[in-house]
């Protein structure tokens, strides 16, 4: 009993703590993207991805706004990392893709990437051709950003209270903070069912 009460103490902090101007500089990104016509490109690795693939349905089915996951193909994804290497998948994908300035790369990462560590290099390598590509940059991360902090137009990172709990509250808060944002009045177009 007590597990579940500190879990759902820290998830009340991580909410009153949360920097509610990172939400708002995503918001905006999204709203610049959608007027550009530009699309929404979600990364990210194991529950992260999982996160993506649905935020992709929530922002075309909602917003009117063409988005990808990459991941969401597991035969290129599994194609290009056999062929070409696991730290290629996204770059190629989003080069494929013709990524270019009225896009928005989204990033879902627990850890935000990090070469030295060898964290989601894929990652790594997508944001830095996402700025090549002088496309936009958002990203949901846990609480230290990694790379995708020091990249991101605008970047929220997590306050997880405990690092114990760092990549469940990380993938949650992804969950919170996209529903957050495909719910408001200047983002969703569209009405949910229920």
């Known amino acids: 009993m007590n597990f579940i009460k500190n879990y759902l103490k820290e998830t009340k902090l991580i909410i009153d703590q949360l920097n509610l101007q990172d939400i708002n500089k995503i918001v905006q990104c999204i709203i610049t993207a959608r007027r550009k016509k530009g699309r ?40 290009r990392t056999n062929d070409e290497g696991w730290h290629t998948v996204f770059k190629s994908w989003l080069s494929t893709s013709r990524l270019n300035k009225k896009d928005l790369l989204f990033v879902f990462s627990v850890g935000g990437g990090d070469l030295k560590k060898n964290i989601s290099p894929n990652i790594v390598r997508a944001l830095r051709y996402a700025k090549l590509k002088q496309a936009k940059i958002c990203g949901i991360v846990g609480k230290n950003g990694g790379y ?47």
């Open 148 to 194: 995708t902090k020091k990249l991101a137009d605008a970047c929220l990172c997590i306050p997880v209270q405990n690092i114990k709990n760092l990549t469940p509250h990380s993938e949650a808060f992804q969950a919170i903070i996209w529903h957050l944002i495909i719910s408001h009045p200047k983002i969703k177009k569209f009405k949910t069912k229920w």
């Open 40 to 79: 929404i490109f979600f990364i990210g690795v194991g529950g992260s991805a999982a996160n993506a693939s649905h935020a992709v349905n929530d922002f075309r089915k909602l917003a009117g706004i063409e988005c990808y996951a990459p991941t969401d193909n597991v035969s290129e994804l599994s194609a």
